[in-house]
Nanobody, 121 residues
Framework: QVQLVESGGGLVQAGGSLSLSCAAS????????MGWYRQVPGKQRELVAT???????NYADSVQGRFTISRDNAKNTVYLQMNSLKPEDTAVYFC???????????????WGQGTQVTVSA
């Protein structure tokens, strides 16, 4: 089983910065895409940023230019550097990872527990 453990959430003033980390642990064989998603009460979970094993990235338009996703494959960890934070960024942020078992040809998707990010005006 693969587990994702997040850290770095908290309370930040508008314009400030915050860094999130998510480390995968357990029976790790091969992790492919990783990413960050966020969700606010009453709304659907939305993509924030994704990164492939090779380092290709995608960002939501709302965070483009302000957030940076990165990963350390040796540590099975994905990061999200958030700069110029806005109150609209307030949400629960979830880590996601696609992992393939050695005996299978397909990857399973795993989710972290979520970490609260609050940006005050």
């Amino acid at each position: 089983q693969v587990q994702l453990v997040e850290s770095g959430g908290g309370l930040v003033q508008a314009g400030g910065s915050l860094s999130l980390s998510c480390a995968a642990s357990g029976s790790i064989f091969s992790i492919y895409d990783m990413g960050w998603y966020r969700q606010v009460p009453g709304k659907q979970r939305e993509l924030v940023a994704t990164i492939t094993r090779g380092g290709s990235t995608n960002y939501a338009d709302s965070v483009q230019g302000r957030f940076t996703i990165s990963r350390d494959n040796a540590k099975n960890t994905v990061y999200l550097q958030m700069n110029s934070l806005k109150p609209e960024d307030t949400a629960v942020y979830f880590c996601k990872a696609d992992h393939r078992r050695p005996s299978e040809l397909w990857a399973r998707t795993y989710w972290g527990q979520g970490t609260q990010v609050t940006v005050s005006a």
